[in-house]
Every structure is written in C-alpha cells, then in structure tokens.
C-alpha cells in the first residue's frame, strides 16, 4: 500500500505561483506513474499532468499547457506541480496519484483517473483576484 501525502497548497493572487509536492511512502515509487487530478467544488475530477517512471515521459492538460510543470525526484520519492501564472479557475483541491501499470497509449491511459491506484489526500489551492 503506497501512501500519498501532498502539501503546498494555499492561497495565491492571479498571475501568482505556488509548488505542490507529493511524497510516497515506498521506494518503488520509482516505478510509478504519477499523476496530479484537481477538483473544483461542484466539478467533476480533472487530470492535470501526469509523468512516466523516468521522468522522461510527461503530459498536461491543455487548460495548464505554458503555466504548469510537472517533475520527480525518485531518490526523494517526490512528485512535484509547479504552478505559474495562476488563474483564479485553477481553485481547487489538487490530488497526486500513482499508477502501476501503465499500458497501451501512454498519454490515453495517464490522463484517466480510473487508471490510478493509490491516491493522496488533496491540498487545497485558491487562487483570488
């Protein structure tokens, strides 16, 4: 059982930044795919960006495409979000997940939130005008 615990979070201007961070509870972390989900009060769940095992492999939503960053640090277990040029849409509590196995269509399966195994407990982003 992998657990999950993000921080970060917080209360932002527009144009403001802030940096999610998610820390796993296993080194096997490594063989992971990591994913970020956010939801809106009254939305539904909406991926983010998702990033392979390596690193080498990332996607984002086209919403954060030019604002958000997604990394890893696996000899910190650390998945990360760093957020730019913050919207005030972009309010919601942000979820880091974590995938065992990927297969088929990387991009297809990562952004699907059914794919994911382990799932943090959220942190809170508002973001004021």
């Known amino acids: 059982q992998v657990q999950l615990v993000e921080s970060g979070g917080g209360l932002v201007q527009a144009g403001g930044s802030l940096r999610l961070s998610c820390v796993a509870s296993e080194r096997t972390f490594s063989f992971y795919t990591m994913g970020w989900f956010r939801q809106a009060p009254g939305k539904e769940r909406e991926f983010v960006a998702a990033?392979?095992?390596?690193?080498?492999?990332?996607y984002s939503a086209d919403s954060v495409k030019g604002r958000f960053t997604i990394s890893r640090d696996n000899a910190k277990n650390t998945v990360y979000l760093q957020m730019n040029s913050l919207k005030t849409e972009d309010t919601a509590v942000y979820y880091c997940?974590?995938?065992?196995?990927?297969?088929?269509?990387?991009?297809?399966?990562?952004?699907?939130?059914?794919?994911?195994?382990?799932w943090g407990q959220g942190t809170q982003v508002t973001v004021s005008s």
């Open positions: 990033i392979g095992w390596s690193g080498g492999t990332t």
């Open positions: 997940a974590a995938a065992r196995v990927v297969a088929g269509n990387w991009a297809s399966v990562a952004t699907n939130w059914a794919s994911y195994d382990y």
